[in-house]
């Protein structure tokens, strides 16, 4: 993949590919599941940002591109939902949630998106020798079934560095992820408050 390609989508989560408010397609012959409507966070229930307020977007059907970095492939056809945010400045994240059928299937779906994500970095540096990636855990929340929270940092060759915090978290067959990323390390990633807002998601769904 050339390193601008793939610089691009390690950016996905910057205020200019959220605004697009571009989702990804759910493959052909995806059944709806959707047999509730899970609440969404808002605004005030991310992680402050410290000089800049956070503005929602709209509830949006489809699987978001902002998370096509790490889940660009092999999820699963389910009837996704999902919302945007962004700051003014380089900060924004995003939350998608899916009702699957039962909650053996919401199981076995949040442990494949938790698996995608901690493979991600890996996956990096293979497909692009000139960018290196790190991922972290950050540990399980009781919340609900659970969730997981996990980092991941990239710098490429010509200086770009982002950080993006992730989580997988379940309420029986309901499944939600949440994504939030900005220029910079782990040392400027809002561990303990993502961490909040995770545990709000999940607590949230139903």
Partial sequence: MPKRTRAAALAALTVAALAAGTALTAPAGAAPQRTASPAFLTAAELPPHPSSSWTAGPVTDGFPAALAFCLGEGVPAHDYRHRVFHTDLDTAAVQVTVVTGSPAQGKALAALL????????ERIEQ???????????????????????????TTTSWGATDVH??????DGGTVTVVGWGQMGDFDDAPVAAFRKTTTKAVAKLH
């Fill in 114 to 121: 938790d698996e995608e994500i901690r493979s991600c970095a």
């Fill in 165 to 170: 915090l992730l989580s997988v978290g379940r």
């Fill in 127 to 153: 497909s692009d020798p000139e960018t290196e990636a790190e991922g972290r855990y950050f540990g399980a929340l009781p919340v609900e079934e659970g969730a997981r929270v996990r980092g991941l940092h």
